[in-house]
């Protein structure tokens, strides 16, 4: 079975951090590409930054680039989300999503909320 666990949201201030954890089990990590999304609130989710199977290619979505990092440790199955100079305009429901060709999956996710 499957399982994507994201871990390390809540609530934060504006200008603060956070960082954000999904551990995976049931698939061959290093395998797969690893994403974040987020879904605002009455929005579509959307993706927020990707790394290659190996970790030796990032990509972020033009709102988040020089504040938002991800990375993955596949020794330990688990990618991350380094998020600083939060915003308001960051809060959402973070998902995790491994993606292999056409074989995808999904977290539960984890919900950041940037208030002051």
């Known amino acids: 079975q499957v399982q994507l666990v994201e871990s390390g949201g809540g609530p934060v201030q504006p200008g603060g951090s956070l960082r954000l954890s999904c551990a995976a089990s049931g698939i061959t990590f290093s395998s797969y590409g690893m994403s974040w999304y987020r879904q605002a609130p009455g929005k579509e989710r959307k993706l927020v930054a990707t790394i290659t199977s190996t970790g030796g290619t990032t990509n972020y979505v033009d709102s988040v680039k020089g504040r938002f990092t991800i990375s993955r440790d596949n020794a330990k199955r688990t990618v991350y989300l380094q998020m600083n100079s939060l915003k308001h305009e960051d809060t959402a429901v973070y998902y995790c999503?491994?993606?292999?060709?056409?074989?995808?999956?999904w977290g539960q996710g984890t919900q950041v909320t940037v208030s002051s």
């Open positions: 999503n491994a993606r292999r060709f056409s074989e995808y999956y």
